[in-house]
Every structure is written in C-alpha cells, then in structure tokens.
C-alpha cells in the first residue's frame, strides 16, 4: 500500500470488535450526524412540547370545558420522549448487531496502521488505505474512537481497550489535528 | 461449462454509479412490499371514485377526492418510476460531488473466491463469507454485509463473460443469489 511523505506510522493496533462494540460505535456514529440525532434532544423536544400543551389546559379548559384533548396530547408527547430515549436506541444498537452479523470480515482480527494523512486496514481477507480527509468525521468516546464515513469501511472502530493511556493520548491528539473542525469528544 | 479466473476491469461512470444505486434499491425493496403500494394505489382511486359519486358536495369534499385520486395514480402506478428517477438524481449529485473517489478497479472471479483491487484496496474474499448477491439488466452487487457492497457493470464485460458471471453467482451464492424479478 502506498503511503506518501508518512514517515513512520503513529501508532499501530491489533484489535478484534465484537459485535457489542461495533453496535455501540454504529449507535455513537448515528447519534453524531446532527443534534437532532441525539436521543436527549429528541425526548427533551417532546418534553418541551408536553409542558407547552399543558399551559394551554386553563384556556381550553375554560373554553370547552375538558382537557381531554391537551392530556392526549400531553400523552402522546410524553409516550413519545420514552421512546425516543429508552427504546429507539436499543433498536439502533440491535440494527447495527444485525449489520454486523451479516459482515463476516468485520468480526477478523485486524491490523491498524495510523499514518500522519491515512490509515492502513489489513485482516486477512482485505486491505485498505484510506486518508483522514476521506473520512466524514472522528468521534473518541470513552471506549473508542468512532471514525464515520470511509471510501471502504463507512465505521471504522479503533477501540481503546488494551492501549495504554500514553498510546490513547497521542491517538486523540493526532486524530483532534487530522479532523479539526470534524473531531468530537464524548466522554 | 465455466472458464475461471474472469477478470473484469473498470472506472466507474456517472451512469455506472445511477445504474447500481437503482439495483441496489430494487434488491431492498421486496415483491410483496410492490404489491402492497399497488393495492394502496388501487384502493385510494376506487374510494376517491365511489366517495366523489355517493357524497360530492362542496368544493372543498371534490378537492380532497381528486387529491385522493391523484396520490393513488402516483402510489399505484408510478411509485417506482419516481423513486427510480430520484434515486439516479441523488446518485448523479454524489458522484459529481466526489469524483476523485471513483477510481479503477479490477475484479477476478476465481472458483474459491473473488478478488477486489484498486489502487487503495485490495481483497481476496471466498464466496462462502458473502451476504448476498444481486443482478439486474446493467450491475452485479456483491454484498460483504447488508450496507457493504461492491458493484460491477455489466458493460465493462462481453456477453459471454456475464454469463460466466452470472453461472459461478448463482452456482456458489445459491439461495444467497438473487436476480431482478426473481423473487
């Protein structure tokens, strides 16, 4: 593979995903795309939206003598912020295991070389380089760094399991620099 | 009889890009979900017809039965085509956008296995870890995972070749292969 003015790699990782970790990274991967994505700001919208038909009861109470159109309202907001929050995103995670069982390469052992501009992927059915500029976006979590948006591999899960903290903090500082403005810290 | 390795060589085109991102919604959507948006079609048509002759009344009751019509032609009749012209739309728009990332590749069908290479990638894949495969009139799609595929052109190879093609597909992907109306 060839790698242009690289120099010598800045890291290397050997690491297997599970399909637990892949779900998890696929689950902040999607959560990422905007704020709207975000389950605590989809369930606080429907919260917002609770609170605000419930000021309205006094005034359709006074003018219809009921409230039963607001409390079905405020229901169905509030039924909606619990799925929003509690199970959309089981469903999200269970989709991505999904994605992953159908993927047999995504479960092979691999080999990652972080270059300066790119990446090198080896398992032992594919290899790949891919540059930093390919990708859409880095998101270091506590467990990983989640890295959308590839020309091959649309999730790329570097975990951070069994790397020492020096290794962890030089992979953040290098991937904060690659992505810039696209470069996300969750923890 | 098949004769391997095939090996079909290629840059992808606008149209290449169209025609896979067309196959690759058709092999989603399936059969029985067609026929669901046909009925619906039929369905909205002959209520709007039945509601128009028994309970016309205002202006306002036609405008919501022709609206009813209206939606149930677009349903029935030309959902596809629609979601067919959208689909190359989107494709044309990404391809213009990211040109640089389609580059020319290499596949090799081998009697184990089947061979991906670019200039950044490369891969030897036995048809055994395969998701599925699909073929329609312009585009095989070899599926690694359900939103992890590969696609090859149909014009990028002779007659002869696409036949081998399609033989070692189906022979090796078995149930796992599957071609446009078949199914």
């Known amino acids: 593979m060839p790698t242009f003015y690289e120099g010598k790699p800045i890291e290397i990782i050997e690491q297997s995903v599970s399909s637990a970790e892949w779900a998890s990274a696929y689950y902040t991967a999607q959560s990422s795309y905007s704020l709207i994505h975000r389950k605590e700001i989809k369930a606080g919208a429907c919260i917002t939206a ?3 038909i419930g000021s309205i009861i006094p005034s359709y109470h006074y003018r219809f003598s009921t409230v039963w159109g607001p409390a079905c309202g405020i229901f169905i907001t509030l039924a ?22 159908s993927n ?13 501009d790119s990446v090198v992927i080896e398992n032992e059915r594919e290899q790949f380089l891919e540059y930093w500029t390919d990708f859409a976006k880095c998101i270091e979590t506590k467990d990983a760094f989640v890295i959308t948006g590839g020309l091959e591999r649309s999730l790329l899960t570097i975990q951070k399991r069994g790397m020492t903290q020096e290794q962890q903090s030089r992979l953040s500082a290098h991937f904060a620099d690659a992505f810039a403005s696209r470069y996300q810290r969750n923890r | 009889m098949i004769e391997v390795p095939i090996t079909v060589s290629y840059l992808t085109t606008k149209p290449d890009y169209a025609d896979f991102k067309v196959a690759a919604a058709k092999a989603l959507i399936k059969k029985s ?13 002959f209520s709007a017809l039945i509601l128009r002759a028994f309970f016309s009344g205002s202006f ?7 609206i009813m019509a209206i939606v149930g ?15 190359r739309a989107r494709a044309f728009t990404y391809y213009e956008a990211n040109k640089e990332k389609f580059i020319a590749q290499i596949t090799e069908f081998d009697e184990e296995k089947i061979t ?14 395969f998701y599925k495969a699909y073929e329609d009139g312009r585009v095989f799609i070899i599926y690694t995972g359900i939103d992890e595929m590969k696609f090859i052109p149909k014009r990028a190879m002779n007659e002869q070749e696409c036949e081998q093609i399609h033989n070692i597909l189906s022979t090796k992907l078995q149930e796992k292969y599957q071609q446009e109306g078949a199914r």
């Not at chain 1, 929003?84 to 989709?95: G, H, K, M």
């Not at chain 2, 979900?33 to 048509?45: S, Y």
């Not at chain 2, 029935?76 to 012209?85: E, H, L, T």
């Not at chain 2, 991906?116 to 055994?128: N, Q, V």
Request: proline content about 3%; aromatic content about 16%.
């Open chain 1, 50 to 52: 609770a609170l605000l």
């Open chain 1, 80 to 101: 909606l912020s619990a799925v929003f929050y509690f199970v959309q995103p089981n469903e999200i995670r269970q989709w991505a295991e999904k994605l992953y069982r």
């Open chain 1, 104 to 116: 047999a390469i995504l479960a092979l052992p691999e080999k990652i070389t972080v270059y300066r």
């Open chain 2, 33 to 45: 979900e067609t026929n669901i948006l046909r009925v619906t079609g039929c369905v909205l048509i």
């Open chain 2, 60 to 66: 306002l009751q036609n405008v919501i039965y022709t």
């Open chain 2, 73 to 87: 032609v677009i349903v029935g009749a030309f959902f596809d085509f629609i979601a067919r012209y959208t689909v």
């Open chain 2, 116 to 129: 991906f290479k670019t200039d950044r990638y490369s891969a030897s894949i036995p048809y055994a870890l």
